[in-house]
């Protein structure tokens, strides 16, 4: 069974850092791309970050880029997001997800999500 | 930046229809998925590559696509079918992916 499992949210001062943490289990993590989707309370969903199997493609969405990174350790069954200069506006739940095919958007397993709160 | 339009809400009866809109420049070449979301919880995946279901989605749910709309519908609504429900596809690039904006299903 497909395990999907978030850590590092917090509350953190705006302007400050934080890294978040995906474990996997389940499945072959190294053939699957890997993605983190944020939601603001009481928003909606938004993509931010995707990884290609081997870590040499990351993508991300305009407002995080230069700010966030997103890596992979394929032998630790692992990604990670670095969030750096971060914002008011970056508070919300962070989800760990893999995607359904290499390259493409469609999520087909979710992680539970990790609160990150950036405030003063 | 790229955008998807869906109504903010749609109401039905239990054993009606309902059908939920996502508009977007790039969904004649981009496929469309739809998620599945109960307050408190992670989003599921309910339709993929615009009709495709996955397993565990009950038949009552079907997805179509016209040209910039891709369509969910639910027939025979129960009340379980309750939630909000979100589609996403790529830009016309294939890179960069995007949420519709979310529809909230109540049943009546």
């Known amino acids: 069974e497909v395990h999907l499992v978030e850590s590092g949210g917090g509350l953190v001062q705006p302007g400050g850092s934080l890294r978040l943490s995906c474990g996997a289990s389940g499945f072959t993590f190294d053939r699957f791309w890997m993605t983190w989707v944020r939601q603001a309370p009481g928003k909606g969903l938004e993509w931010v970050a995707n990884?290609?199997?081997?870590?040499?493609?990351?993508y991300y969405v305009d407002s995080v880029k230069g700010r966030f990174t997103i890596s992979r350790d394929n032998a630790k069954n692992s990604v990670c997001l670095q969030m750096d200069s971060l914002r008011v506006d970056d508070t919300a739940v962070y989800y760990c997800?893999?995607?359904?095919?290499?390259?493409?958007?469609?999520?087909?397993?979710w992680g539970q999500g990790t609160l990150v709160t950036v405030s003063s | 930046s790229y955008e998807l339009t869906q109504p903010p809400s749609v109401s039905v009866s239990p054993g009606q229809t309902a059908r939920i809109t996502c508009s977007g420049d790039?969904?004649?070449?981009?496929?469309a998925y739809w998620y599945q979301q109960k307050p408190g919880q992670a989003p599921v995946l309910v339709m993929y590559?615009?009709?495709e279901r996955p397993s565990g989605t009950p038949e009552r749910f079907s997805g179509a696509s016209s040209g910039t709309t891709v369509t969910l519908t639910i027939s025979g609504v129960q009340a379980e079918d309750e939630a909000d429900y979100y589609c996403?596809?790529?830009?016309?690039?294939?890179?960069?992916?995007?949420f519709g904006t979310g529809t909230k299903v109540t049943v009546l």
């Open positions: 790039a969904l004649p070449k981009q496929y």
């Open positions: 996403q596809t790529a830009d016309s690039s294939g890179t960069y992916y995007v």
């Open positions: 990884i290609r199997e081997d870590g040499s493609e990351k």
């Open positions: 590559k615009d009709s």
């Open positions: 997800a893999r995607c359904l095919f290499s390259g493409g958007p469609g999520v087909d397993y």
